[in-house]
């Protein structure tokens, strides 16, 4: 089976959600989590597979600038994103031994990934996205080779995007999300930059890299979920791989502190209950 481990950078207070993340990461026993973060809180009920390793931001950014042979700008903890394509090289020393690596973010709540991402499934690719029209940030999967640690290069703006201050939405498209998902092609998009989506729909038009565009995860408001002992199905009927919380949190604002999850809990379109 495949080794796959899944990083991400979190910088201030845990949100709300971090529980749900926690609980759905332990029924992936066989798949790693990193969290990089300089939050010293302690997280209930902390599965074996989830790693808290921790960093500055300042150490991230000495460490990665020397590397990358410039200095990087990381001023607020938004920042992150546009590195994501970047994380596997920037913490070479968190994926070694292993087959697979990718980001993700922290307002998502996984079902079973193992039954998706299946030995047969994973020698087809190299890198993975869960939407069918741009390099998805909430979640990316790479191979664990040079050139897939390495492509983030290939963009002829990436020393810009890194080394300022904005957010360029580098790891997607530089906001285009809405032509895109109307089936425009990103290379008939005018964009400030050349974002990772350029990038790696480059690379697969060159035949370099192996890629899955498909949209397979669950997000917006939707409703009519169910969290079931480490599955989300939606309807009663459609498994799916994750739910994306990007939507579902700016409705939804628990009115008590949430510490235990049940292995059993329904998401409607305006609440989390169990």
């Given amino acids: 089976m495949e080794k796959i481990v ?4 979190w910088y201030g207070p845990f949100p709300w959600y971090l529980p749900y993340f926690v609980h ?11 969290i990089i973060t300089d939050n010293q809180e302690k997280i209930p009920n ?16 000495s460490a990665a600038s020397e590397k990358l042979g410039f200095r990087i700008n990381i001023d607020y903890p938004y920042k992150f994103c546009d590195f994501k394509p970047a994380y596997g090289y ?9 087959d697979f690596w990718g980001h993700c973010d922290l307002d998502i709540i996984y079902g079973d990934i193992r039954s998706f991402f299946t030995s047969e499934f994973l020698e087809s690719y190299d ?27 290939e963009s002829k703006d990436y020393k810009k995007v890194f080394s300022s201050a904005d957010h360029y939405c580098f790891d997607e498209c530089n906001f285009v999300w809405d032509a895109l998902t109307r089936g425009e092609s990103i290379f008939d998009i005018s964009t400030p930059i050349e ?8 690379a697969e038009h060159n035949g370099l890299v192996r890629t899955h565009f498909d949209f397979i995860l669950m997000e917006g408001i939707t409703g009519r979920l169910k969290f079931d ?16 919380l990007f939507w579902m949190k700016k409705v939804f604002q628990p009115t008590r502190k949430i510490t235990k999850i049940p292995n059993r809990y329904n998401i409607s379109a305006s609440r989390i209950y169990h």
């Fill in 6 to 9: 899944l990083i991400t950078c």
């Fill in 24 to 34: 759905s990461c332990s029924f992936n026993p066989d798949i790693d989590f990193i």
């Fill in 46 to 61: 902390l599965p074996a597979n989830i790693k808290m390793v921790s960093r500055t931001v300042d150490e991230i950014i």
């Fill in 90 to 98: 920037m913490f070479q020393e968190l994926i070694k031994g292993y």
């Fill in 127 to 153: 890198y993975i996205s869960v939407r069918h029209d741009y390099t998805t940030g909430c979640f990316g999967l790479y191979r664990n080779n040079p050139l897939l640690m390495n492509l983030f290069k």
């Fill in 195 to 202: 974002s990772f989506t350029h990038v790696m729909k480059k």
């Fill in 229 to 244: 002992n480490g599955t989300i199905v939606y309807k009663n009927k459609y498994e799916v791989i994750m739910y994306h």
